[in-house]
């Protein structure tokens, strides 16, 4: 798939089987999230292992019901997971600078697309980052580097059922200048 077909075709994805991503694949994503234009340094941690994901997901959870607002009212419905049982994280994280969030969100924008291009389903996602909130033991375990604070997720597998779909919240405007 080319990349103008991948980027038109990407969608978010909340719901996903339990098949396993295979290594290769996961190394392109690795290869598209560190090829991101960039200005400073992040970090891109890949988590598969099924305990850690739960934990983060159970941590997401607390520290959203935690936060209320539409945090709350999300964590509050039935059945929700805030990692939409994920068999991947990369979570991306980087040091206090005020590039971290752009940086983070680029690479993002390129593990989606690739993910896409690659047969698989994605979600980026804000409530892994959430679940690190005054937890350095959690981020020792994620393998975030010291210094470092995650500012973003990207949920990789294959699409399952969808049943936190949303419709899209917000529009985006285009104004040429000529």
Do not use: W
Request: hydrophobic residues 45%; positive net charge; proline residues 5%.
């Amino acid at each position: 798939m080319d990349a103008l077909k991948a980027i038109e075709t990407r969608k978010s994805v909340r719901g996903y089987t339990g098949k396993k991503v295979e290594q290769e694949k996961l190394e392109a994503l690795v290869k598209a999230g560190t090829g991101a234009p960039k200005f400073g340094n992040f970090h891109i941690s890949v988590i598969t292992k099924a305990e850690l994901l739960k934990e983060i997901d159970e941590k997401a959870l607390a520290n959203m019901r935690a936060m209320g607002g539409f945090a709350k009212e999300r964590a509050e419905i039935e059945g929700y997971h805030a990692l939409y049982g994920a068999p991947v994280l990369f979570l991306i994280s980087g040091p206090a600078s005020p590039y971290s969030g752009v940086n983070a969100a680029c690479a993002a924008a390129n593990i989606t697309v690739a993910a896409t291009a690659l047969d698989l389903a994605s979600c980026y996602i804000g409530s892994a980052a959430v679940a690190f909130k005054d937890n350095p033991p959690l981020a020792k375990k994620a393998g975030i580097p010291e210094g470092f604070s995650p500012v973003c997720g990207v949920l990789i597998g294959y699409a399952g059922e969808d049943k936190f779909s949303q419709a899209p919240a917000f529009s985006v405007g285009v104004g040429y200048v000529q």
